[in-house]
Structures are given as structure tokens and as C-alpha cells.
């Protein structure tokens, strides 16, 4: 039996770090996998901070042909839609999610991991963020309304026992940078307009504006996912990071390509006021497919 990362469904924490890594020049995959491996084992549960691992498709894939969907890939090419409107690729090697209660074991997690990595791969990005409000980001929208419940949300997300890549999972991961000076001098109608929902209490808009956000990832429409979004930034320079998982990639990039016009040219209204600052694809693999790796 195939077991997914716990982290993924760690709901609550208040404190994430988000750590992305390239391999050094010489450095060879096996030996940082082993090493992701190796951190992750002792410090899973060490001051209540939850880990979640994941690489690069095309190197998981070299070390275990058969170890994950076959669509999954990279975020390789910018992904160019309606207008020349562009969604930027800045794929990594390897990813490390720190999540918990509070900064200061995130911290301090997050360093020992980092030297632990360091002779092998070097952080090219780093981003910690926290939650506003409980479930809004920081438009003010409560966000991930249709996220399926965590009793739910397993069957969506981890690949199922018996196909390739089971007990893993595909993750989405872009930085987002708001508009704030745009966004908070719209009114709160046409803000709900851009949204799809209504402020105060989410209630999806009828009719629903075909460019609103909701209309253009409409998951019945791309497939469920799971978003574990979060907050980052400062108070002049803020954003949202996308966390998606999804047992197969299409679903993500369906939902991308919908917001950036790419079927039909019509762009999603939210990209109006909010930049794309990242995109990456990572494969999360299963606990017993990480500790294969391992050597401590």
C-alpha cells in the first residue's frame, strides 16, 4: 500500500515555507534525492513542522521510469495566451514545503534542510507565507470554496494503488504578486464581478460573468483539484502562492491555459490585477518512494 505525504492535507497550520532548489553543476540526482530523503525522515514530526518533498517530473523519472503519470512534465515553456499574455516557466529541481504552527520551527527546519541540501543543490527561491483572515487571501475573497473536504480530497489528489506514481501526487506551484493599488480602488461589485462570488459570504454569482475567475476554472468543467493556497508578503507587496495537487497534471494546466485565453481569448478577468511571478510542476511521490531513497 502506497502512502501520500501527510503534509498535503495538513490543514490549520499558520506558518509555510516554500522552498525550491536546482542541482549543482556535478551534482547527480540520485544523490539529492537520497538527501531529500534523508531530511525529511528525522525532522517529519520535530516541532509539529509537516514536510512535503517533490521533483522535478523529468528527474523523478529518470531514476524510476515507471514512477509516475505519464503526462506528468515540467513547467518548461512559458505558457503564452489571448493578447501575448504571459504565464512565466521557472521549473526547479526540487521542492520542500515547511508547514506548522508556528515561524520559529518553520525557521529553524527550514535552515537545517537547507544545509543539509547545501552541498548538493542550491535554493533558488524561497517564499514564506501565512493564512489572512482563516480562508481569504488577500483580495478579501474567501478562497477555495470548492475545495473538496479532506475525506474527499484524497480521491482527487493521490494517484490511485495499481498505476504508476501511487501515493503520489502532481503539484502546481506559482507566486502571484497583487495589484493592491488596482484591486482595492475597484468597488466591491465589480471586484465580485471579477471574482465570480460574492464578498462577504461566497456565494457564486447568477449569472456568473463568463470572464469572472470562478467561470474560467470552473472545476467542473477542468477537473477537481486540491488548493492548499496561502498568503505571502508584505503590506505594500503581497500576493497569493497557488498550491494545486492533482492525481494528473491536465487538470492544472486545463485551468491555466482557460485563465490565460488560450481556447477561446478570453482572459480571465482576475489576471487583470494579479501578475504570475513563477510556475513550476513538481511529482510528490509517496512516503515508501521517497524512503527508497534514503540512507540515515
Known amino acids: 500500500m502506497s502512502t501520500a505525504q501527510s503534509g498535503i492535507f495538513a490543514l490549520g497550520t499558520s506558518s509555510h515555507a516554500y522552498l525550491e532548489f536546482d542541482l549543482k553543476p556535478g551534482a547527480e540526482p540520485v544523490a539529492l534525492v537520497a538527501a531529500m530523503a534523508d531530511v525529511r525522515e528525522p525532522r517529519t514530526t520535530i516541532g509539529g513542522v509537516n514536510l512535503v518533498s517533490g521533483f522535478r517530473p523529468e528527474l523523478w523519472r529518470a531514476l524510476l521510469p515507471d514512477?509516475?503519470?505519464?503526462?506528468?512534465?515540467?513547467?518548461?515553456?512559458?505558457?503564452?495566451?489571448?493578447g501575448g499574455y504571459r504565464m512565466p516557466a521557472t521549473q526547479h529541481d526540487a521542492v520542500l514545503w515547511l508547514s506548522g504552527g508556528s515561524y520559529d520551527v518553520v525557521f529553524d527546519e527550514a535552515r537545517q534542510a537547507i544545509n543539509a541540501l547545501a552541498a548538493l543543490a542550491s535554493v533558488a527561491s524561497e517564499i514564506s507565507s501565512w493564512p489572512y483572515r482563516r480562508y481569504r487571501d488577500l483580495t478579501g475573497f474567501v478562497d477555495g470554496t470548492k475545495n473538496p473536504g479532506l475525506l474527499e480530497a484524497a480521491d482527487v489528489v493521490v494517484i490511485r494503488e495499481g498505476e504508476p506514481g501511487a501515493g503520489g501526487t502532481v503539484l502546481l506551484l506559482q507566486q502571484w504578486e497583487h495589484d493592491v493599488t488596482a484591486w482595492e480602488s475597484q468597488p466591491e461589485a465589480e471586484q465580485e464581478r471579477v471574482i465570480g462570488r460574492t464578498k462577504p459570504d461566497s456565494v457564486e454569482l447568477d449569472p456568473l460573468p463568463p470572464d469572472s475567475h470562478v467561470a474560467r476554472t470552473d472545476q467542473e468543467v477542468f477537473g477537481e483539484i486540491f488548493r492548499r493556497n496561502t498568503p505571502y508578503g508584505t503590506v505594500t507587496a503581497h500576493g497569493t502562492m497557488f498550491v494545486g495537487f492533482c492525481a494528473r497534471r491536465r487538470p492544472l494546466t486545463a485551468m491555466l491555459e482557460s485563465m490565460a485565453g488560450v481556447p477561446d481569448g478570453v482572459r480571465d478577468a482576475l489576471t487583470r490585477y494579479t501578475t504570475p511571478r513563477s510556475g513550476a510542476y513538481y511529482f510528490i511521490p509517496s512516503l515508501e518512494a521517497v524512503r527508497g531513497f534514503a540512507q540515515a
Not at 514512477?67 to 489571448?82: K, R, S, Y
Open 67 to 82: 514512477g509516475l503519470p505519464g503526462d506528468a512534465a515540467g513547467f518548461d515553456e512559458d505558457l503564452v495566451g489571448a
